[in-house]
């Protein structure tokens, strides 16, 4: 995918952080997705929606733009705006408690959100799995603590995240976290690459949240975070 095409949705207002869009490329670039108009992909923690907006274009698959934070009101009229309101339906959901329709998703993508709710064992194969369709692809990229770090978040990010800090964990940890089930073919983790771009894409805005990660970045940031892939596959139907 190229990023570039997306250059005139990135800005300070729609980033909440490292740049999303980044993320997402690397993800799709190492599994790239072949998606029908009517395949449904959920973009879980989607903040402003651009990962779902992209999703969208490069896919051309329904997508779902769930968020807690950010209301559907607000995203919807975003999409609007953005001229892509008719294949996006915004929700608002605690992650802990989807109610979506079972198995209906054929794949999941969650970036920079995922380690702010399912950090314990089980979530997913409890509050994921049951929304997705066999052969189903999951791909998720978030800020964690690079391997060698992992165990050592309070210590070493306190300071920069304060009690937030243990949601980061290392690429070894989060495939524990996902686990295992009857319905996982493929688990797997790993260091990104997009780390140096992603974060200076967003430490050169002037977003308020950005002025504040650069104070921590040569200190704390870049010697021991990155971000985490994670990448999911699902059995075929029996
Ligand atoms: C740092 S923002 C990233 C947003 C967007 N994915 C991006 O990269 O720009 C983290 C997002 O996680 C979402 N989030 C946190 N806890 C959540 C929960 N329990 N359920 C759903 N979303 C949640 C927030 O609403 C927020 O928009």
Request: overall charge negative; proline content about 3%.
């Amino acid at each position: 995918m190229n990023i570039n095409n997306y250059k005139t949705y990135i800005s300070a207002e729609t980033m909440m952080g490292p740049n999303s869009v980044r993320i997402l490329a690397e993800l799709l670039d190492k599994y790239p997705l072949r998606l029908a108009p009517d395949d449904r992909v959920l973009d879980l923690g989607c903040g402003k929606g651009l990962t779902s907006l992209i999703i969208a274009k490069e896919t051309g698959a329904k997508v779902f733009a769930n968020d807690l934070w950010i209301s559907a009101e607000e995203n919807a009229k975003r999409f609007n705006e953005w001229g892509i309101g008719e294949r996006i339906t915004p929700v608002c959901k605690d992650a802990n408690n989807l109610d979506f329709e079972k198995e209906q998703f054929r794949v999941l993508v969650s970036i920079d959100s995922y380690h702010y709710f399912a950090g314990s064992k089980g979530f997913f194969q409890e509050k994921i799995l049951p929304f997705m369709r066999d052969d189903g692809v999951v791909l998720i990229g978030i800020p964690g603590l690079k391997e060698e770090y992992t165990g050592c978040a309070k210590e070493l990010l306190s300071d920069w995240l304060g009690e937030d800090a243990h949601m980061f964990k290392g690429p070894k940890l989060w495939k524990e976290l996902i686990g295992s089930s009857d319905r996982i073919d493929t688990v797997d983790t790993w260091e990104m690459d997009c780390f140096g771009e992603a974060w200076n894409d967003w430490l050169t805005t002037d977003n308020k949240f950005a002025l504040d990660d650069k104070k921590h970045f040569e200190s704390i940031i870049k010697p021991y975070t990155c971000f985490v892939g994670i990448y999911v596959r699902l059995k075929k139907a029996l």
